[in-house]
């Protein structure tokens, strides 16, 4: 086993792992999703599936990953042979993410340098953001220079100076968008968005609800890709894993959940009532802030300040996805790291332009109504994802047993208090629910039938 640089305290791994789950799963996609699903309905069913599913996902990864001391592809392998193939599917997950992640990172800076120029007024237009992401080199020139800033970061292994840069940057965007949801909720209209975000209406749960919610829990925290036994593979023995994950969750969900207040309350402000605009998709957070900056007093300089930031948190995100692909890649095929670098950069440009090019030159390419980027999301979130998830609980379940779990937990401090609902839910709630899940998924996927 290879020497591993542990983090030296608690917090310091708190923070990384936050720096990896915090980013535009977020900031950009938890906001559509719960727009587009019923607003309250899906919050309150995100909350409940963070606390079950959530913990009892995140003890089992990143316990994992510290019992064995090595990351996804190997740890399975080494505790139950029959299990390598786990490791295997982990990874394709970043892999699939990647691409698409640097597309809308794409998207971030070029916003930012739209609002860097002056351009906020002309940013405010009804059609500015179709017309950006339907032409043809823009976006792709901005997502192969985000794509670089991340690999240029990977193959000269600077992640330690980004993660400190992102650590005083994460608390200024909390801030930051507490005073863009504040101001939102003065203008006409939000608060009737803001009723819709947070009440539930139980009329509206479904399974597609469900689905959706959950795979934005796999995704916003890093879960179900083999990343937190990473994480946990560097964690100390006497850091409490359980009060970590608890932080590391509320951290996650208490961003995500400020983004959906700034954002849902400003859609209805600005729609003017016509609900189709909840509608919207991946688009929603560049239809709709740069409306909010526009009105504001200061609003050029504050959305600068704002893209900046949303730009390392997303920054910060890719880079982990990145040196996940690339170790797995240096450690199965013997591979130097400059080499991996280059190979993992010039795999994620030739998978991600189908993605930039889907919302115009291909945009004739759909299934289901979804663009390519959504296929990607689609096949990476609500197919894959479970399905990774699913295995980790037959693994934890029935063959290393939740009690070496349990163990590695209380370690630390003999103690594990949420132990009785890991056991319930790693056994049985968790994966009857996500061969439920993933079936209905991909029925409706496949267009049996719709959910
Ligand atoms: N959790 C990140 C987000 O919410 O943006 C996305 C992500 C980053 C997933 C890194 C996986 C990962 F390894």
Request: glycine share 10%; charged share 10%.
């Amino acid at each position: 086993m290879k020497n591993r640089s542990n983090f030296s305290s608690k917090l310091g791994f708190v923070l990384a792992a936050a720096g990896s789950a915090v980013g535009l799963g977020n900031i950009w996609r938890f906001p559509y999703l719960a727009a587009q699903y019923g607003g309250g309905t899906f919050l309150l069913i995100y909350l409940i599936l963070a606390v079950t599913f959530g913990f009892t996902l995140m003890i089992a990864e990143i316990a994992l990953g510290r019992k064995t001391g090595v990351s996804a592809i190997v740890a399975f392998k080494s505790l139950d042979k029959r299990f390598g193939f786990l490791g295997v599917l982990a990874v394709i997950v970043p892999v699939i993410i990647f691409p698409y992640y640097s597309v809308i990172g794409g998207w971030v800076v070029k916003y930012f340098a739209v609002f860097v120029s002056g351009g906020v007024q002309a940013s405010a237009g009804d059609t500015y953001f179709t017309d950006f992401i339907s032409s043809t080199t823009e976006p792709i020139c901005w997502f192969l220079l985000f794509l670089a800033m991340a690999a240029i970061v990977v193959l000269f292994g600077v992640e330690k100076g980004i993660e400190k840069v992102s650590k005083i940057m994460m608390p200024i965007l909390v801030v930051l968008t507490i005073i863009i949801s504040v101001y939102g909720l003065t203008l006409d209209g939000a608060m009737e968005g803001l009723v819709y975000y947070i009440k539930p209406h139980m009329a509206d749960v479904s399974a597609k609800t469900i689905l959706a919610a959950m795979g934005q829990l796999f995704y916003s925290m890093s879960l179900a890709m083999g990343i937190m036994i990473t994480y946990g593979s560097y964690m100390k023995k006497d850091n409490n894993l359980e009060s970590s994950v608890r932080q590391i969750e509320l951290f996650d969900t208490g961003i995500a959940f400020l983004a959906g207040l700034m954002i849902i309350p400003a859609v209805f402000a600005f729609s003017g009532g016509d609900r189709s605009a909840l509608s919207a998709g991946p688009g929603l957070m560049f239809m709709t802030l740069p409306k909010v900056f526009a009105s504001m007093r200061f609003g050029g300089a504050i959305g600068t300040i704002f893209f900046v930031l949303v730009f390392f948190a997303a920054l910060t995100s890719a880079i982990s996805l990145m040196e996940t692909i690339v170790s797995v890649f240096m450690d199965k095929f013997g591979w130097k790291r400059r080499f991996t670098g280059i190979f993992v950069f010039i795999l994620a440009a030739v998978m991600g332009i189908p993605s930039s090019l889907g919302f115009g030159a291909l945009g004739f390419i759909s299934w289901n109504g979804m663009s390519i980027l959504d296929i990607m999301d689609f096949a990476s979130n609500s197919v894959l994802m479970p399905i990774v998830a699913f295995f980790t609980c037959i693994f934890v379940g029935f063959i290393i047993k939740p009690k070496a779990i349990a163990d590695e937990v209380k370690a630390s401090d003999g103690t594990f208090t949420g132990e009785k609902m890991f056991n319930v839910m790693i056994k049985w709630i968790a994966p009857i629910f996500l061969v439920l899940i993933l079936a209905s998924s991909v029925a409706s996927g496949l267009g049996w039938f719709k959910l």
